[in-house]
């Protein structure tokens, strides 16, 4: 059945404007036809190029969340340890030259309402002992042999006020090279007390310091590290590490817990840490076997 | 944000980043520092020209299914 549609004056309308019409219609289907086309033959191929798009910025977008805070942490460090460095440079002209013995007044207010060794100096402090726990040069020379990975020491980081006793507890300091080594004890990571030992020279390249386990477990030296590496991990550690030779730390999750000059005397007690004392103990006989992992 | 918009913008930080590297090499130019720039600027770069490529790439690609499946009538 034929219809014929009429305009808004009530005629039919003519034959070529309908024509016209229809192929305007026309074109627009076909149109329409073809984007429906496109959007179905796009649906398919736009998932892979945003893959792909994904796949170019992943790295982008992990170094941006991974490597950028590193670095940002990296630099950050390595600020606090040269204003670490420049805070300890005394009288005597600082840290500069090898082994130069500087003189450091900073923070001897802290150190008078913290230490003990005032009116402890003569006696011996119980932690003592641990020096005989400490492995003999030749066993620190053949441990410094293996390079370990840094460990994360449970020990917790220095606070300020002791940050700034360790500078006031010795009049002479002794700076360490970057470069040499600290022999740590195997298993350091696991022990909730630890020690540091400043001792004679064992071996080329040697800190003198060694790092060892402050409980009852005796271990074997694990390995050495670089000093640089150690305050990398642990910058607070950097005035701690200038302490000359037969100074011992005891350290905990408390922060330091002691600090013994050469003649044993306690030179610095943490205030809740008289009470923690160790008694004098029989020599520790567990011995763990040495777990470090050694890197290249 | 457009695809070009971020791509500028990325592309400015990191020429800004650089920048001031070299400045500051000016002042530490030692071994630590070069380890740092091996170790993450000169990566970073790499990253950031594959990504801004990458960016390109999208944004042809967006421009061209716009072309295709907009409704030219609306346009």
């Known amino acids: 059945m034929k219809k014929l549609f009429k305009g808004a004056d009530g005629r039919p309308g003519s034959a070529v404007d309908e024509e016209k019409a229809l192929a305007k219609a026309l074109k627009r289907l076909a149109d329409g036809e073809q984007k429906c086309k496109a959007v179905m033959a796009w649906s398919r191929k736009l998932p892979k190029d945003i893959m792909m798009f994904k796949g170019s910025v992943q790295r982008l977008a992990t170094a941006l969340q991974s490597d950028v805070p590193t670095a940002g942490a990296q630099l950050s460090r390595l600020l606090a340890t040269l204003e670490a460095y420049a805070a300890m440079q005394g009288p005597t002209g600082g840290l500069g030259a090898d082994d130069k013995l500087v003189t450091s007044s900073i923070g001897a207010a802290a150190l008078s309402m913290t230490r003990g060794g005032a009116d402890a100096a003569g006696a011996r402090s119980p932690w003592a002992r641990l020096r005989s726990k400490t492995p003999a040069a030749d066993a620190r020379e053949k441990a410094s042999g293996t390079s370990i990975a840094p460990v994360e020491l449970r020990a917790a980081r220095l606070a300020t006020v002791e940050l700034e006793g360790m500078l006031a507890l010795s009049a002479e300091r002794s700076a360490v090279d970057p470069q040499s080594r600290i022999v740590l004890a195997a298993n350091l990571g696991a022990a909730a007390q630890i020690y540091l030992e400043r001792l004679d020279i064992a071996f080329p390249g040697d800190s003198g310091w060694y790092i060892g386990r402050a409980d009852d477990v005796a271990t074997e030296p694990g390995g050495s590290i670089t000093v640089s590496d150690l305050l990398d991990a642990r910058v607070d550690l950097v005035d701690l590490l200038t302490l000359p030779k037969g100074y011992l730390a005891v350290l905990d999750g408390g922060g330091v817990v002691s600090v013994l000059g050469a003649r044993d005397e306690e030179l610095w007690k943490a205030p809740e840490a008289a009470a923690a004392a160790p008694q004098p103990a029989p020599s520790a006989t567990a011995t763990e076997p040495a777990a470090a992992a050694p890197t290249t | ?75």
């Open chain 2, 1 to 75: 944000m457009g695809v070009y918009e971020g791509r500028g913008q990325l592309a400015k930080g990191i020429k800004e980043l650089l920048s001031r590297w070299a400045e500051t090499k000016g002042d530490w130019d030692d071994s630590v520092s070069q380890n740092f720039e091996k170790r993450f600027l000169i990566m970073l770069e790499m990253d950031v020209r594959s990504a801004t490529s990458a960016m390109d790439s999208m944004a042809q690609i967006l421009a061209a299914v716009r072309r295709d499946c907009s409704d030219d009538s609306t346009g």
